[in-house]
């Protein structure tokens, strides 16, 4: 059989394309976003820095610069690991148990 094949697919996968080492974008819903602002900021009347949104069940909720990393803390109560910013013009995605960050197809 020809082997050089697979080692040339080998060679595509590993080179720019992260997404290949996370397997939880299998996960990812198509969502609809929970709300305009942070949910959780928005209850208890706080402020946030910039939004982030659960791509697993579409919450949305403040980065890591805002005090209440409500993001992270959905992450940590729900064990949804993927989000995306929520910012305008940005499509950057982010995994929580892979730590990477992964780019919109
Ligand atoms: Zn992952
Ligand atoms: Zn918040
Ligand atoms: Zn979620």
Known sequence: MNNSREEEQKETSSSTDPQVLCTHVELINDVTPSSQGCEECLKIGDEWVNL??????????????????????????????????????????????????????
């Open 52 to 105: 982030r949104i659960c791509l697993i069940c579409g919450k949305v909720g403040c980065c890591d610069n805002s005090k209440n990393k409500h993001a992270t803390r959905h992450y940590h109560e729900t064990g949804h690991p993927i989000i995306q910013s929520f910012q305008p013009g940005e499509t950057w995605r982010w995994c929580y148990v892979d730590e990477i960050m992964l780019s919109e197809e």
